[in-house]
Structure formats: structure tokens, C-alpha cells
């Protein structure tokens, strides 16, 4: 149990839960605060719907949504989302 604890605090830490505009604040708040170039998203939703809602409003609050960079991933990634960097 001491072990589940301790992942649970570490994961709170790194991850972020909230509105579109609350995951948008968080995620510039931590690329600031690093100096990364480059922002990695994964979500947890168990429903694949569910996780591509996720990353479609991500995309949205960064501009990314339609964007020429997500076009051109429209044949890999499931929904044509190109959510590769958006610091």
C-alpha cells in the first residue's frame, strides 16, 4: 500500500486534471517552468471516444485543431489530431 500511496503523489504532481483552460494553464505553467520545447500528452480515459475528446480540445485551446502539422499526421493518428509540440 506505502508503494501505491507514493505513486498516486508522484502522478499528482506531473499530471494535470481540469477544464480546457485549466489543462492549457497547467501545461504553459510547466513548460515555463522546465524551458521544454516540446510537450508529450497522454491521457488515462479508459474510453477511446472519451480520449480522443480529450486530445481534440487540447488541440483546440493550442490552436493545433486543423492546423497544417495535423493534416499532415491525419494518416497515423486516430481523428487526424497532430498534437506533436505546442510550446
Known sequence: LPAE????????QVGIVGSPQTVAREIRAKVEQSGADEVMIATTMFDPADRLRSYRL???RFGLAGSPEAEALRPVLPGGLGLHCMA
Open 5 to 12: 500511496l507514493a505513486r498516486i503523489a508522484t502522478q499528482r
Open 58 to 60: 487540447i488541440a483546440e
